[in-house]
C-alpha cells in the first residue's frame, strides 16, 4: 500500500508542477514605459511636477495594488538619468520589477530590448509610436498609457469588495445579434486577448 501511496504523491506533484509551468507559460509580461505612464495620467503628472522621486513611488503603489488583484509580471523602465543617485539598474519593490537604462541609454532602448526577447509574452505600455511599433514588430502586444491606467482603475474598481455590488435588475431578454461584423486579423486577436487578460 505505501509503493502506491508513494506513487499517487509523485504523480501528483508532477501535476501540480506542470500546472505552474503552464501558468507562468501563459501568464504576461507587463513592460511599462514608466515616465511616459507617470506623464500621460493627470493624477501622476501632479505628483511628478511636485518631485519626481514622489511621481515613482506613486506609480509603484499604483502597480502594486493592481498586481494584488491581477498576478501578472510588471517590469517599468525608466531614464537612468533621473534615477536616483547610487540606485542600482534593477531594483524590486512590492513585487514590481524596477530598472533604470544605463548612461547613454535610453528607456525606450531597453523596452525595445526586452519585447524583443519577450516577444509574444510581453505587453508593452507606452504612448510613444516608435516604442509601441517595435514591440508590435516583435509579437508584444501593445497599449497605450492612457488605455491602461483606465484598465487599473477598472479593475481596482470591479474587483474590489465595494464593486461587487450586484445589479438588481438582472439580465435582460434582447434580439439583438451578438457577434462581431468580421473577424479580425490574427494578430490583432492575439493583442486584444493579451489586453483582457489585464
Known amino acids: 500500500m505505501s509503493a502506491e501511496r508513494l506513487s499517487e504523491a509523485k504523480n501528483r506533484l508532477l501535476a501540480n508542477e506542470r500546472d505552474l509551468?503552464?501558468?507562468?507559460?501563459?501568464?504576461?509580461h507587463i513592460i511599462i514605459d514608466g515616465y511616459n505612464l507617470i506623464r500621460q495620467?493627470?493624477?501622476?503628472?501632479?505628483?511628478d511636477q511636485q518631485d519626481i522621486m514622489v511621481g515613482r513611488e506613486a506609480l509603484v503603489e499604483m502597480?502594486?495594488?493592481y498586481r494584488k488583484i491581477k498576478p501578472h509580471r510588471i517590469t517599468v523602465v525608466f531614464d537612468g538619468r533621473n534615477s536616483p543617485v547610487f540606485s542600482p539598474q534593477r531594483n524590486r519593490q512590492k513585487g514590481i520589477s524596477i530598472r533604470f537604462s544605463r548612461s547613454g541609454e535610453s528607456a525606450d532602448d531597453v523596452i525595445k530590448r526586452m519585447a524583443h526577447k519577450e516577444r509574444e509574452k510581453a505587453l508593452v505600455v507606452s504612448s510613444d509610436r516608435e516604442v509601441a511599433d517595435s514591440a508590435?514588430?516583435?509579437g508584444a502586444a501593445t497599449i497605450s498609457s492612457q488605455e491602461f491606467e483606465a484598465k487599473i482603475e477598472m479593475t481596482a474598481h470591479f474587483d474590489s469588495p465595494i464593486g461587487e455590488t450586484e445589479d438588481s435588475q438582472g439580465w435582460t431578454p434582447t434580439t439583438r445579434k451578438k457577434g462581431p461584423s468580421r473577424r479580425l486579423p490574427k494578430k490583432q486577436r492575439r493583442n486584444r486577448m493579451k489586453i483582457k487578460k489585464l
Open 41 to 47: 495620467s493627470t493624477r501622476l503628472s501632479t505628483l
Open 21 to 28: 509551468l503552464l501558468k507562468h507559460e501563459m501568464s504576461i
Open 63 to 65: 502597480l502594486a495594488a
Open 136 to 138: 508590435a514588430a516583435n
